[in-house]
DNA sequence: ATTAGCACTCTGTCTTAATGAGTGCTAATG
DNA sequence: CATTAGCACTCATTAAGACAGAGTGCTAAT
C-alpha cells in the first residue's frame, strides 16, 4: 500500500509536530501551521484515511489525531532527515573522545553521561556480562608479612583482583611457585568447573602451602559469580519528568521501576540491539511496560565480541532525528576507542 | 523547657500517628484512637502550647497539627522505642551476612539493596574516595605477546590494573626487571606527583624499555584521576512515591534530581555521618534540597580511615524507630565482615 | 483543672456551566 | 471531480459555586 506524496507529506507534518508539542494534532493547526497548499477540509480527509490505514490514532472522538507506531516506524525509515548538531554537541563530543579510559565500564558510563546531555532524554549503558570464564593467567603478588594480591586475568580480557590472607608468612619466591602451580592446572579451566579434586591435586603436589593454596580455589568459586554481574548505568533519568506523557506520577513512577529492574533491561537491550545502531518503537518492545517507550540502541564490539550496548531510551514521540544523530557519531568515536584501547 | 509527662505522652502519640497516616493529625481523631485518658479538650489545649514551644506546626489555621523537625528530634534522642525485626527483616539480614565480597564497593551496594528492601525507603551506599594516593607496590603481568597487564596497589588497600600494550615483545624476566624499578624509585611516592623528570631519571636506568616506561608513567597519571572517582549507588529510589509527600510530581522531580547530583550526595553522607550510626532531620540538613529528608546515616571504617557510608533517606515523617533498628543490624554486620575480609 | 458545647474556618470533592478545538457531513465551487 | 466553505455536534478542560467533614478556639459549666 503506497501512499500519495502528499499523505506522506501531512504525515511528516503531523509527526514532527506532534514531536514538538505531545498534542493531538488537528486539521486547522496544521494548515495554518505548515504551508500544506490545500485546505483544512481537504486535510481531513486525507487524515481520515491515514487513519484507516493505521498510521494514525484518534485518542477520542473529537480530538486531533497522533501518529502510531507504524508511523514512527515509517518516519524512522524513510521521512526523516537527519539533524546538523548544534555547537553545543559538537563541543560535548569533542570532550567525550578526549578522555582516556582503562575500563570499559567507565568509557561506556562516561558516554551515557555525555549522551543524556547531549539528548535530554533518558540513557543506558550496559556493560555486557562475559560468556566465558576461562582462566587465561593467575598471579600473586606479596603485599604485606600475611598478605598477598591475587590477579586473575580471564580470557575475554577481563582482569580481577583481591587481597587474601595467607595465613602463612610467604615471600615473593614461594607466591611465584604457587603461581605457576595454578597456571600450569588452571589455565584454559572454567572458573565455573573449579572442584574440590582439582584443589587436593595441587595440595598435594606443594603440601606445604596446603591453607593458601585452599583459599584461593575457594575464592575462585566465589569470584565467577561476580564476574557474571550485569552493569548498567544511567543517566538522565529524571529528563522523563519534561515530557507531558509522563506527568502522571504512576507513569513516571513506573518507568523508573523499569530501569531498576536490572535483568529486565538486560534483556531489552540484548534484544533490541543486535548490530550497529536500531531502533525499536513502542509496541515493537517485547517487555509490556517498555512499550509506550522508543529505544535507540547501539552495540560495541571488540574482537567479535559484544561487550556493550548504549541506548537512549524515552516516549514514543521521540525526537529520532536528533537521538540517532547524536548516536551515530557517539557510535563512531566510541569504536574509534575500542579499537585503540582495548 | 522540661514537657510534662502528659505533653510527651500527647506528642508521642501525634508523632506515631502522622508516622503512620501522613495526614496532620487533630484532637478528635487523638483522643479516639490513643488511650490518653483525657478529654479531646485538654488535649487541644496541650497542643496549642506545644505548638508555642515550637513542636508542632499547623498548616492551617483549621486543621490539625504536624510535628516539626523538632519533635522528630526530641522523639529520635529520648521517646522512640527501638522496634524487633520482623521475620522477613531477620532472613533477609542473614542472607546479606552470608555472602561474601571481595571488593568494598560491591559489600556496600548489596547492603544498600538489602537496606532499602527492608525499609522501604531509599538506601545511599557511598564509597569514599582514597584521601590519599601513594604507590605501595607495582607489578607487570605478563599477558600476550603485545600486551602485558599492570597491577598498582596503592597505600590504602585498593588495587587498580589495566591491560597496556608494550610496543615491543617482552618476556616475563625483562617485566621483572622493570617492575623492580619502578617498585624502587616509586615505591611511596604520590601518583598525582608523577612527573616527566621521574620518567626521564627510570627510562636512562633501562633505556632498552623507553616506550614501556613512559606508557605507564602516562598511564599512573591518568590513573589518578578514575581513582578519585566517587562511587554512590542507590537502591530503592522508586520507593518514594509510595510517601503522600512525593506525590506531587514537582517533589518527586527534585528528590530525584538530588539523588543524581553525586557531589551533593557525597557532601551530605560525609556530614551526616562521621561516627558510627546518624541521623539528620529536615532543616538539620545543610542543603535546602535535603531539608523535607532526613538522613540515616552509618559510617564504616577500615583501619581508622573512612571507606564507606551507608544511608537511609526518606520524609522527615520516616518511620525512625523501624530505620534505626535495621541499620543498627547492618551495621553490625559490616562491621564484622569489614574486620574479617579487608 | 477539666470538659462539653458551639460558632467559625479551611480543605477537598462534587456538580454544573461555559469555552474551545476538533470532527464529519453536506452542499457549493472552479 | 477534486477541493473547499459552512455548520451541527462531540468531547475535554476549566472555572465557579455548593456542600460535607474535620478541626480549632473560646466560653461556660462541672
Do not use: W
Not at 565500564?105 to 549522551?115: D, K, W
Not at 522523563?240 to 529492574?261: C, G, H, Q, W, Y
Not at 531510551?313 to 563512531?332: A, C, E, F, L, W
Amino acid at each position: 500500500m503506497e501512499l500519495s506524496e502528499r499523505k506522506l507529506k501531512i504525515l511528516k507534518a503531523i509527526i514532527k509536530d506532534y514531536i514538538e508539542t505531545a498534542e493531538p494534532v488537528g486539521s486547522r493547526t496544521l494548515s495554518r501551521k505548515y504551508d500544506l497548499g490545500v485546505s483544512a477540509a481537504t486535510i481531513r480527509n486525507e487524515m481520515s484515511e491515514l487513519e484507516e490505514y493505521g498510521y494514525l490514532l484518534q485518542p477520542h472522538t473529537s480530538s486531533g489525531r497522533i501518529p502510531s507506531d507504524k508511523a514512527y516506524r515509517l518516519y524512522v525509515d524513510q521521512l526523516m532527515e537527519s539533524k546538523r548538531l548544534a555547537k553545543r554537541q559538537q563541543e560535548l563530543l569533542r570532550k567525550n573522545l578526549a578522555q582516556k579510559f582503562h575500563e570499559i565500564q567507565n568509557l561506556l558510563r562516561n558516554s551515557a553521561e555525555h549522551l543524556a546531555e547531549l539528548t535530554d532524554y533518558t540513557s543506558i549503558a550496559m556493560a555486557e556480562k562475559t560468556q566465558e570464564t576461562l582462566v587465561k593467567h593467575i598471579q600473586l603478588v606479596p603485599v604485606d608479612e600475611d598478605r598477598f594480591l591475587l590477579v586473575l586475568i580471564i580470557n575475554a580480557g577481563h582482569v580481577k583482583n583481591s587481597l587474601l590472607k595467607t595465613g602463612q608468612a610467604l615471600n615473593q619466591e614461594e607466591l611465584q611457585k604457587i603461581s605457576n602451580l595454578l597456571n600450569t592446572h588452571l589455565q584454559g579451566k572454567d572458573l565455573r568447573d573449579m572442584t574440590k579434586e582439582q584443589g587436593e591435586i595441587m595440595e598435594e603436589e606443594l603440601p606445604e602451602y596446603e591453607r593458601t593454596i585452599r583459599g584461593i580455589l575457594l575464592y575462585l568459586r566465589e569470584i565467577s559469580k561476580e564476574i557474571e554481574r550485569i552493569d548498567v548505568f544511567f543517566s538522565g533519568t529524571t529528563n522523563i519528568f519534561n515530557f507531558p506523557e509522563f506527568n502522571d506520577i504512576v507513569k513516571a513512577r513506573s518507568f523508573l521501576a523499569m530501569l531498576e529492574e536490572k535483568e529486565l533491561m538486560k534483556n531489552l537491550l540484548s534484544l533490541s540491539g543486535r548490530e550497529g545502531l536500531s531502533v525499536s518503537i513502542g509496541r515493537e518492545n517485547l517487555y509490556e511496560i517498555a512499550q509506550e517507550c522508543s529505544l535507540v540502541t547501539t552495540t560495541y564490539k571488540v574482537d567479535d565480541r559484544t561487550v556493550g550496548h548504549l541506548s537512549v531510551i524515552g516516549p514514543t514521540r521521540m525526537d529520532y532525528s536528533k537521538v540517532v544523530s547524536v548516536m551515530y557519531r557517539i557510535n563512531r568515536d566510541l569504536n574509534r576507542s575500542l579499537k585503540n584501547d582495548f
